[in-house]
């Protein structure tokens, strides 16, 4: 859903007017009908404000059901599967993780010189 949409809905569900809103927010009436419009894109502090005068958690604005959505565990340092065995992988090579980036592309190209495919997991 567009957050131009979605803003409008959740003002209109609340009964509110962008009038009611301007004064909530001090953000003018001629700006919240541009973003409503999607003629303008609001920035994240002009969308706390916004969930401030709808009453509403902010990921209510990007998202319509009652609560968040599921998110999935974090694994090692938030990266997916792919990413985990991938940074697994690099901390094989031996020194890669003392020494600086030149040095470490350099290892890493040695490395993929000698093996084409990951077998670590």
Known sequence: MVIADRLKQLRELKHLSQGDIEKSTGLLRCYLSRVENGHTVPSIETLEKLARALNVPMYQIFYDGEKPPALKAPTEKGWDDHGARIATCLRKIPGAGRCCSGAR???LRSSRS????CHCG
């Open 105 to 107: 592309m350099e290892s």
């Open 114 to 117: 000698r093996a084409t495919t």
